[in-house]
C-alpha cells in the first residue's frame, strides 16, 4: 500500500482537491439556502419575515468571527507556519479601498442602531442585533484583511478551506442583502415618482416603506432614515470587496508560491496630470449631473424629459471620451509587442473573470434598451438619446476590458531590461550556455504557455526544460541564430527609450483618465440615478414588473463593475 | 522593438489573451442579446413575437453553418494545420451520445414541419424555415463535432476563436429556446391540472397553447402537437451537450499539449453485473412510477396525493441508495490512497466545474422545499416526505460530484505499475541516480502540484527538478533513505493485488449503478414529472408566480446535471 508515501503533504492524506470540492460545495449551499431566505423575504412569503433572515445572517457572522478569532490566535502563536505569502494577493491600496468601505458601513451600522433606538417600539429585536453585530464582524474583518490577506496556507487545510469559503459566502450574502434593500428603496422612489407624475394605470404598492410605529426622537429620525441609504453603496461595495480578497485567500490554500520578488510600484502622481485633469473634470461633472437629476427628476414631465435628456448627453459625451482612450491604449500596446505573463495568480484570473462576467450585467441592461427602442411604438424624442447611450456602454466596456486584461497581464518593463542586459553578456562572452535558450524562451512570449506552467525563475535558481518532441534540437539551433541577430538590435534600445517612455507616459495618463471616469461612472447607479427607470420606455415594453426584475437583477453587477474596473486601472497606473 | 521576437506564435502578434477576450465578449453579448429576446417573448413584450426569436436564431445558425464549412474546407485542404489533438477531449461515448440526441432532434424536426404544414394558415413562415435550418444545422453540427472535437486549433486563431465561440453560445441560444418552450409546456399542463383540482384563486392563462387555426389534416395534427414535447427533452441534451464540446474545443485553441500516450479503455459489461442488475431495477421502477404519476396526478386530490406518496418513497429509496454506494466508494478511496493528476486538462475541470454549478440548480429547489415545509402553517401528510427527499437530494449530490470529481482526477493505475517495476530494478542496480528523486517526487504526490504544473512526462523524456529552496540536498537524502524502505513493502504488493482488483470492482459496480440511477433520475423532471408543481407547498409559501420563477430557472439546471453525471460516471466506469 501506497499510504505513507502518497502523502507528503502537512495536514493528512486527504486529497487536496476534495477539499476544495468539499468546501465549495458547503459554501454554495451555504449561500443558496440564504438567498432563499432573502428571496422569500422580498416576494413576502408567508411565515417568513426579515428577523428570519437577520438571525440567519447573524449566524453567520458568529460563526465567521469565532473562525477568524481561532485563526488570528493560531497565526500568533505558531508564527512558523504561515510562511509563504503571495505578493498579487491584498495590494496595499486595496487594503486601503476596503478601510475606507468599511468605516463609512461602521457609520451606516451606528445609523441603523440610532434607527432601531428610536423606533424600538415595532422594531424585532434582531434589528438592533444585527448592525452590533456587524460592526464588530466588520472590524474584525478588516483587520484579519489587513493581516492575512497575503497568506498562501500550508496547515490544517480542511478547516482552513472551511473558514474561508463560510466568510466569502458569508459576505456574499451580507451583500446581496445590502443590494435588495437598495433595490427596494430605489424602487419605492422609483414608484413614488410615479405617482406624482400621474401614472394610474400600474399597481403601485410601496414596499416596506416605514415602520408601523412613531419615533421617538423626532429631531434624528429623519436623518437616520434619510441617511442611511446614502452610506448603502459604500457597505455594498465593502462585502463585495471583501468577499472577492477572502475568496483569493481561499484559491491560494495549498498553493506552492515562487518567491516572486516583488517590485514595490508606489502610486506617483508625478506625470499623468493631463489624464488627471481629464478625469477631475468629469468627476466633478457628473456629480453636478446627478444633483441635478436627482432633483428634476418626477417634478413633472417636462423636467423629467431634461433631466434624462441632460443625462445621456453628458455619459455619451464621456463614453466616447473613454472609447477613444481606450482605443489608443490598445493601438499603443500593438505597437510595442510584449510577450505576456501567464503565470499562475489567482487575484489576477480573478480579477478578469469579474470585469467580463459583472459587465455581462450592463450588457443586458443594454441589450435591454436597445431592443426596446427598435420595438417602441412611440418613440418620445429624448428616448432617442438611449440608443447611442446603450450601444456606447456595450462598445466602452468591451474596450475597456480588452485594456485592462492586456495591462495586468503584461511583463513588467523592468523584468525586459533585464534579459537585454543578460543577453547582451552572454554574447560578449561568446558562449553559448545550455541555459540561454531557456531564458530566451521564457522572455520572448513562449514562457506565455497555455498550460498554465509557471516558468522557472529569473533569480534564484537554474532551470532546464527539454521539449518532449522531436523538434528539440533543431528548434535551439534556429533560436541561437536569432539571438545573435536581435543582440545587434538590442543596442540601438537605448536611443529608443524616450519614445517608450513617452509611450509609457501616454499610458499612465489613460489608465489615471479612466480610473477617475469609471468612479464617476460609479456615482450615478450607486445614488439612485437611474435612467432605465425613469425612462419609461422599457418599462412599456417589456412590461412594468419584468424590466424592473431585469433591472434588480443586472444592475448590482453593473455597478460593481464601475468599482472593480476603478480598482483595476489604479493596479494598471502603478505597473505602467 | 521587440516585435519579431515577441511573437513567436503562428498567425501574427496579437496576444493569445487578447484574441480570447475579444471572442468570449463577443460571445456573450450575443447570448445576452438572443435572451433578452427569449425573455421579451416569454413575457409577452409589446411589439416583439415569436418569429423574431426564431429569426435571430436562424440567422445564428446559418453564420454558424457558414463557418463550419469553411473550417471543413480548410482542414480537408490544408491538412498539416491541424495536427495536435487533445485526447481527453472528444471522448467516443460522448460522440455516440450527442448523435443518438442528434437523430431524435431530427425527429422532431420533421414532427415541427409537419406541424407547420398543419397549421401553415396561421402560423409565420419563420416557424417552417426555422426547423429545415436547425435540421441541417445538426447534421452538419454532429459530423463537425465527430471529425474536430479533439482538435487544438494553432492557426489564424483569432478566426476561429469567434467561429467556435459564436457556435457555443448559438447552440446555448437553442439550449435556451427549448427549455423556455418546454416549461411553458409544462406550466400549462400544470394549469390545467389545477383547474380540473378547482383552485379558483390562482389567475390561471394558458400560455400559447395552440395555433388560432384549424388543422388542415386532422389526424396527424394532435400526434405532432403531442409528439414534440416527448421529443424536446432530447432536443435539450443534444445543444447542451453540443455547447459544452464546442466549449472545449475553444479552450483548446492556440494551447500547447504534452503528446500523452493515451490508455484505451473500451467500456466492458464484464465484473460489473450486480451494479447493472440493481441500477436496471431501479431504471425500471422508475419509468413505471413516473407513467403511474403522470395518469394519476391532477385526476383528483386523493389521487395526486398518492402519486406523490408514491413518488418520494420511491424516489427516497433510490437516493439513499446512491449516497450509499458513493460514501463506500469513497471510503475506499480513502483506503488506497493514490496521487491525483492535476495536469492542465480543459475538458475535465469543464466537467467538474459543470458538476457543481448545476447542482447548484437542484440545491437551490431543494432549499425551497426545505424552507417552506419549516414555514408552511399547514402540513398535509404526504408533504413531510418532502422533507426527506430534499435532504437527501442535497446530500446525495454532494456525495456524488466528490466520488467523480476525485475519480476523474485519480492517476491510471498502470502509471503506478511501472513506478513500482521502475523502483525496483533502480534499488537492484545499486545505483543512486539522480533521476529517482524526481520519479519518486512525479509520482508519489508531490507532482499533484497546485500551480497546475505539468510534470515531466513518464516516458518519452527525462526531467530534472531542482527546488529554489535551500532544503534541496537534505529532501533527497530522505528521499533516499525512504526509497530503501519502500522497495521492501513493494514486493509484497503482488500479493495484495487480488484486494486491489476486488477493490477495483466493487469500485467499477458502483459506478455502473450510480451511471444508472442518474439516468432514472432524468427521467421523472425531463418528461415532465415534477412534484416541485405539483406539491402545492412551495406554491402556498412563496406565492404562486415567484415559485414557478425559481423552478423554471432551476430546473433546467438540475436536468442537465443528471444527464451530465451519468455521462462522467460512464467515463468513470470505463477508467477505473
Known sequence: MEKAAGSPSVGGSYPQKNAEILSS??????????????????????????????????????????????????????????????????????????????????????????????????????????????????????YFLWCHAKDVIQSFKTLERFGVIHSVFTNLLLWTNGVLTESKHQLNEHKERLITLGFGNITIVLDDHAPQCNCTTTTLCSVFSQGIYYLYPFNIEYHILASTMLYVLWKNIGRKVEHHQQHKTPFKFHGITVGMIFGLIVLTSTIAIVVVYLIQIGRSKIKSELALTMFYLHAIFVLALMCTAGIVALLIYRLEDRSLDNSKNPARKLDAELLVGTAAGSWLLSWGSILAIICAQAHPKYTWYNLPYS??????????????????????????????????????????????????????????????????????????????????????????????????????????????????????NIAAF?????LSLWIPPAFGCRPEYDNGLEEIVFGFEPWIIVVNLAMPFSIFYRMHSAASLFEVNCKT
Not at 440564504?34 to 423575504?41: E, I, S
Not at 537554474?462 to 539571438?483: P, V, Y
Open 25 to 142: 460545495q458547503y459554501g454554495i449551499n451555504l449561500f443558496l439556502a440564504g438567498l432563499l431566505l432573502t428571496f422569500a423575504w422580498a416576494v413576502h412569503a408567508v411565515g417568513i419575515s426579515k428577523s428570519h433572515l437577520l438571525s440567519y445572517l447573524i449566524t453567520l457572522m458568529l460563526i465567521q468571527l469565532l473562525w477568524m478569532l481561532w485563526y488570528l490566535c493560531r497565526s500568533c502563536t505558531q508564527r512558523r507556519l504561515i510562511r509563504d505569502k503571495d505578493t498579487h494577493a491584498g495590494a496595499r491600496w486595496l487594503k486601503c479601498g476596503i478601510t475606507l468601505f468599511a468605516v463609512i458601513t461602521l457609520i451606516l451600522d451606528s445609523f441603523k442602531i440610532g434607527y432601531y433606538i428610536d423606533f424600538s417600539n415595532c422594531l424585532s429585536p434582531t434589528e438592533g442585533i444585527f448592525p452590533v453585530t456587524h460592526a464588530v464582524h466588520t472590524i474584525l474583518q478588516v
Open 391 to 508: 450601444v456606447l456602454v456595450i462598445i466602452e466596456k468591451y474596450i475597456q476590458n480588452l485594456f485592462i486584461i492586456e495591462s495586468i497581464h503584461r511583463e513588467q518593463e523592468k523584468v525586459n531590461d533585464d534579459i537585454k542586459t543578460l543577453r547582451i553578456v552572454t554574447i560578449s562572452r561568446g558562449s553559448t550556455l545550455s541555459l540561454t535558450p531557456s531564458y530566451k524562451e521564457i522572455y520572448n512570449g513562449r514562457a506565455t504557455r497555455d498550460n498554465g506552467e509557471v516558468p522557472c525563475l529569473f533569480k534564484g535558481s537554474i532551470c532546464r526544460r527539454e521539449n518532449g518532441g522531436g523538434g528539440g534540437a533543431k528548434e535551439e539551433t534556429s533560436q541561437e541564430n536569432s539571438l545573435v541577430m536581435h543582440s545587434a538590435s538590442d543596442f540601438s534600445f537605448y536611443s529608443s527609450s524616450s519614445v517608450t517612455n513617452s509611450k509609457r507616459r501616454i499610458l499612465k
Open 514 to 518: 479612466l480610473f477617475l471616469c469609471n
